[in-house]
Every structure is written in C-alpha cells, then in structure tokens.
C-alpha cells in the first residue's frame, strides 16, 4: 500500500499542478496515485451502491408482522391414535399425526439401507414422544399438499400419505418410498411445550 | 439502396461496399458490435461526454441534474412502497403503519419517499428560479421552458395523488377541496367532481384511480423529461452570462467538467436530504395525517403541503370561488407564455439592471405568498395574499412586456472566455496559469 501511496519517480513530475496540465507520460506500467484513488473510489461507490440497495431489497423479505405469525401452537389433546390434524403454518399446511403402535412399527421394521432419503423413524419424531408425527404438508415434488390426513383418504401403498398430483407414497414417517418426490417430507421446527402441547416454529 | 433496405442483409452489404452500421468509435468488440446497430454508447458520449457546454455554469446549474436524481429516489422508493401499501379504503391507512413498523426499513423508504417530495420541489422551484433570472425560458429555448411547465405541473399533479395515498386528516380533506376546485367551473362543474370521485364524496374509487395515477404520472415525467433534455440539447444550456458560445474557448466538454461539477452537487444535496429524512422527518408533514381519514369531521386548520402553499394563497386572495380557481390556474399558465412576454432581447439579469431588482422583488414576494398560504383565511392575511397576487402577476404581465422599452441594458461581455477567462498578460494570475490547461479542450 505504501508504494502505492508513494509517488515513483518513475511517473513524472511530483508537481501535480504540471502533471495536470498534459504534460508527455512515456510511462504508465507502475502504478501511480491515480490508480489508487480510482480504486479506492470504486470500492467506495461498490460498498455504498450496496448499502444503499440493502433496504430496497431487505424491504421485500418477510416483514416483522409476518414473522411474529411464524410460530403456531397445536393442543394434542383431541388427536385420538391413528388420527390427525392439519394446522397451518407460515400459510403451509403441518401435518401433526397421533400414529398408532402398529404404524410406528411399520415405520421402523423397514432398513433403512432401502430407502431413497435414508432416515430412521427415531429421527424423525421428539425422543420419547414417538407417537407424534409432525411434518410439513408439502410434497417434496412440487408442492402439492398430499392425502391422508383423513382415514378415509388414499394413503398411498405404505399407509402414510399419497401425493395426487404426480403419484408419490410415503409411509407412516412421512419418508418417500415411491414416485418422483426426490426427499422425505420436511420436518418443521418445533418442540414440546407440555405433554399435550406442540409450538410449531 | 433505399427502396431494398430491409431486404439488404450484412452480406450483400459487404459485397457492394455499402452498409448501414453505425460508424462506432468505441474499441471494445462486443460493446462496439452493439453500438454499430443500436449507437446508445456513441450517443451517450456525444450528449454526455465531450457534449460542448458553456465553461461558466455557476452551481444554479446542479439544479437539473438534482432533480433527475430526485426522480430516480421518487421511483425507487415508490416501487417497493408500493408492493406494501394497500389502496382500499379500509386498509390504506394501516398499511402504511405497518410499512413505518413492520416491513424492513419501510420506515427509511417511506420517509425518503414523504421528504423527496420536498427535496424535489425545493430542487424544481431552485431550478425555474435559475431559468427565471439568467432568461432559460428566451429564444430558442421556448419549447425547453414550456416542457419543464408542463413537467412541474406533472408533479403538481403526482404529489397531490401521493399526499392522498396514507388516507390520513389531511389526505381526505386535501383531496376533498382540491377536487371540488373543479366545480367551480359553470354548468360542468358538478359532473366533473362526480366523475373526478367515481362517486358522491371522495371514497374508495377515488383511492383507487388517485394510486393507479400516482404510479403512472412519474413515468410520464420520466418521459417528458426526456424531451426536455432532447430540446435542451439541440439549443444547448443558457448560462450565467446569457450569451451564447461563439468559439471553442468558450466551452468545455460536459464530461468530466460538469460530471464532476454535479457530483459534488449531488454529495451537499443527499447530505440535506439525509439530515431531513434522518433527523427531522416530520417536519414538513402534517400531524392530522396520522389520524385515520374521517369523512364527518374536517380539521380545525387545513393547508396543503408546502409546496402548493403559493398558489394556495393565490386562490384564496380572490373573494369569488370561479375566479379564485381561474387565478391559481392562471399563475401557472402564464408561465408558458413568459418567452413571448418579456420582450427584452437580454437574458441575464446580470444586465439588467432595473429587472434585476423587480425579479428580487417578484422572488420575495413569492416567499410572502407561501407564508399567508399556510395562515388562516382571515385579515390581514386575505389583504397580503391580494397584493402579492397582484405583483405575482403584473411582473409576467405588464413589467416583462413594458420594462425593455425604459431599461438599457449594461453591456453585454463581446464573448463568455473573453468574460471569465483572464487576459493574456494581465489579470491577477500569471498568463497561462489557469488558461493553459482548458487550451486542451
């Protein structure tokens, strides 16, 4: 920076005035102060170009009110075992399921090894609480919300959830076993505030 | 070749030597492979960069490219205000609470947006000043001065619309007697305001249309804009001397000059607008616009935004509700016959010496004007109002007309670098010293 800084002999008069006034440069290799206030001029107007950006772009992510509906809590008291709810969540539908005994038993005799997103059913429920499924209603295809919350509905071939739209099953952990979907459907944030009570996000 | 243009290709262009690319001077392949079809870059460097500019702008000259700048501000803040805001009766005020608590920094844009209406009406009334005192507006500039006008009042307009979108006190009651102006007009009248509403009062529709318009209008300003500095380019800038450039000595390329000349313009203006959007963003607003719009109770003292204050006053000076509203209109339509009122062939008023002192006077007494705008409708406030609408107006109509014939002129310098340059061999400096390096130019 020093030599940079530095004025060499090299590029002319020291006399700005007469460097100014268009006196002959033979050279121009080394680099004189005018490179180093160009630079410094541009990281200047780059940095401020993207302080003042900031808030134009940072205006159009969620927003404060938005944020502070981000988190909803679910009562599990009514779910009866084998029932389930949909509650919605950042304006997406959570799937909060009580499996019975039987369903978390399917969901674990399956190795794992066999899977396309490999996942054990143990991590994807709260330690101790494997009763309660808890995912995000959103097929990880393309988005749309898959049947089987209703035990009426199609469940798909390994009793989970069914996708309609272009034929993905998932089983009782809500992992993907066959069709396009590419992953498990996702597991949103939440935890245990009581027994009987979840606060998703 | 005319009649088998378009069905001419680069080809046979080629092979009869004869082709329509432009003839670029740029050296880098893919940007002059670009400006040989589309010449943007040769244009851009023709009117902005060795554009020749008279080499005696004094900072009254920032004022144009502020206001381009202002407008870019106004359309940036816009546009993501607008992806917040709601224009419905029912939500419009809240949204914009929620945008001064909720969306991320919408307290900084809607503050710069509520404050760059000032900043760019104080830029605009700076810049018709500038126009008004060095004679911008005389031949050849009319059509120039008569489209920046039209440009103001475009802005009138937009910030009017604006002012109505938060649908606060003021919003509704500004827009309430600002559309019933218009049923001052005979027989019509009535059915104007009605039409203007899309109803019976001012109402939903009328949010409506105001926030369709007000996203609209600035584009046309962009527009005309556009226009003003086509026609600004064709008879090139007046400047403080009034003269033309006869020779090369008299200009200096616009870039870097001016570029340079409007940056630091540019630095001391955003530093203003930063103090005001930062420190005092209210200052220029009205409390009662932060009440929710209430079509049964109008507030105890209602004024409009600064801005509007002058004519405001002017409307009000007149005791008769048509002519009232003919006033107001005319101030601003007699500017657009201003080159053909003063008929002193002088621009400057540098050289004009008893002119000077009456455009002082006129400038005064527009500050008078916008001070009994924001007092109430009351004596001695109506009185003031009433003589200072009377010089508003006989300085375009009967001082401009009449003064050239008694006024003589100072004399005019015989070139501008024979005025701001020092004569060889004289002057305070050492011959050269500053001349030398502009020889290169």
């Known amino acids: 920076m020093a030599d940079v800084l530095a004025s060499p002999p090299t590029t002319g008069p020291a006399d700005p005035g007469a460097h100014h006034a268009g006196s002959p440069q033979p050279q121009k290799e080394a680099p004189v102060r005018r490179d180093f206030l160009k630079l410094a001029a541009g990281?200047?107007?780059a940095v401020g170009t993207g302080v003042i950006a900031w808030p134009f772009i940072h205006s159009m992510n969620p927003s404060q009110d938005v944020l502070a509906l981000a988190s909803t809590d679910v009562d599990l008291t009514p779910i009866a075992a084998g029932q389930a709810v949909t509650v919605m969540w950042?304006?997406?539908p959570v799937f909060v399921r009580h499996r019975t005994p039987e369903e978390i038993q399917e969901a674990r005799a399956v190795p794992v090894t066999e899977l396309r997103d490999p996942a054990t059913d143990q991590s994807r429920v709260k330690p101790g609480q494997d009763e309660w499924l808890v995912v995000l209603g959103v097929c990880t295809h393309l988005g749309?919300?898959?049947?089987?919350?209703?035990p009426t509905d199609a469940r798909g071939e390994y009793g989970g959830w069914f996708c309609p739209c272009h034929g993905s099953h998932y089983d009782t952990a809500g992992r993907i076993r066959r069709g396009p979907a590419?992953?498990?459907?996702?597991?949103?944030?939440?935890s245990f505030t009581s027994d009987t009570r979840i606060r998703v996000g | 070749m005319a009649a088998g243009h378009h069905d001419s290709d680069e080809v046979s262009d080629a092979s009869t030597g004869v082709h329509h690319l432009h003839d670029s001077k740029v050296k880098n392949p893919v940007l002059r492979w670009i400006d040989q079809r589309m010449p943007v870059i040769s244009m851009i460097q023709l009117e902005y960069g060795s554009f020749?500019?008279?080499?005696?702008?004094?900072?009254?000259?920032?004022?144009?490219?502020?206001?381009?700048?202002t407008l870019a501000i106004m359309i940036a803040t816009g546009v993501v205000l607008s992806m917040q805001y709601a224009a419905n009766t029912m939500l419009a005020f809240d949204s914009v609470e929620r945008i001064m608590r909720d969306v991320n920094y919408g307290w900084l844009l809607r503050y710069a947006h509520a404050n760059g209406a000032s900043m760019f009406f104080i830029v605009v009334y700076i810049h018709i000043w500038r126009g008004l005192y060095y004679g911008s507006y005389k031949t050849p500039r009319e059509l120039l001065w008569m489209l920046g006008v039209v440009l103001f009042i475009l802005m009138m307009a937009t910030a009017f619309m604006g002012y109505v979108l938060p649908w606060g006190q003021m919003s509704f009651w500004g827009a309430t007697v600002i559309t019933n102006l218009f049923s001052a007009l005979p027989l019509v009248g009535q059915h104007i305001v009605t039409w203007l509403w899309g109803g019976f009062s001012v109402d939903n529709p009328t949010l409506n249309r105001f926030f369709s318009l007000h996203y609209l209008l600035p584009f046309v300003i962009v527009g005309v804009t556009?226009?003003?500095v086509v026609a600004l380019h064709i008879t090139g800038s007046n400047n403080p001397l009034g003269i033309e450039p006869k020779t090369?000595?008299?200009?200096?390329p616009f870039h870097p000059y001016y570029t340079m000349k409007d940056s630091v313009g540019i630095v001391v203006y955003l530093i203003v607008f930063a103090v005001l959007v930062f420190f005092m963003p209210n200052y220029l607003g009205h409390p009662d616009n932060y009440i929710p719009a209430n079509p049964l109770v109008t507030p105890a003292h209602i004024v409009p935004e600064w801005y509007f204050l002058p004519f405001y006053a002017i409307l009000r000076a007149v005791p008769d509700k048509l002519g009232g509203v003919a006033m107001m209109g005319g101030a601003l339509v007699v500017l657009f016959f201003l080159p053909w009122l003063d008929s002193s062939p002088v621009r400057s008023m540098r050289f004009r010496p008893i002119a000077k002192w009456l455009f002082l006077l006129w400038t005064v007494n527009f500050f008078v004007l916008t001070w009994v705008g924001?007092?109430?409708?009351e004596p001695p406030y109506i009185q003031i109002a009433q003589i200072c609408t009377a010089y508003y107006f006989a300085y375009f109509l009967v001082i401009l007309p009449l003064l050239a014939k008694f006024e003589r002129p100072l004399p005019l310098p015989e070139s501008i670098a024979a005025a701001v340059l020092p004569r060889r061999g004289g002057g305070p400096l050492p011959a050269g010293a500053t001349a030398k390096p502009m020889e290169k130019a």
């Open chain 2, 374 to 377: 924001g007092k109430p409708a």
């Open chain 2, 248 to 252: 090369k000595k008299d200009t200096v």
């Open chain 1, 144 to 150: 749309c919300v898959p049947l089987g919350q209703k």
């Open chain 1, 90 to 92: 950042r304006g997406k």
């Open chain 1, 43 to 45: 990281a200047f107007a």
């Open chain 1, 182 to 190: 590419p992953t498990n459907l996702a597991i949103p944030d939440y």
């Open chain 2, 226 to 228: 556009f226009l003003h």
């Open chain 2, 52 to 69: 020749p500019t008279p080499r005696n702008f004094n900072y009254f000259w920032n004022f144009g490219a502020l206001a381009m700048i």
